[in-house]
């Protein structure tokens, strides 16, 4: 799932993603057009090495908190089944 992640969004493939990059996925995957600035917090929480960039651990970790936030909204499916395409735009 990690993998499939890195492939679509890592556009510069530096191993890494950066704000731009972590912006895609998350309006990817929450189906929404949050904004840069109301991204930047959340962002800077889940960039715990304050690298700039995420990782593949912390974006495992990013993934696990926004899925338990939807398992406790009745009627939502897990984040990454449903909305995180691959670059074929087939569900992971």
Request: hydrophobic share 35%.
């Amino acid at each position: 799932m990690i993998e499939a992640i890195w492939q679509k969004y890592d556009d510069d493939g530096n191993g890494t993603l950066d704000f731009q990059e972590t912006l895609k996925f998350v309006r990817d995957i929450i189906d929404e057009n949050i904004t840069a600035e109301a991204f930047q917090d959340v962002f800077e929480e889940f960039d715990t090495d304050n690298s700039g960039t995420i990782d593949k651990d912390e974006i495992a970790v990013f993934i696990s908190k926004i899925e338990h936030m939807f398992h406790e909204s009745p009627g939502k499916s897990t984040v990454v089944e449903h909305k995180a395409p691959n670059k074929n735009n087939e569900g992971l």
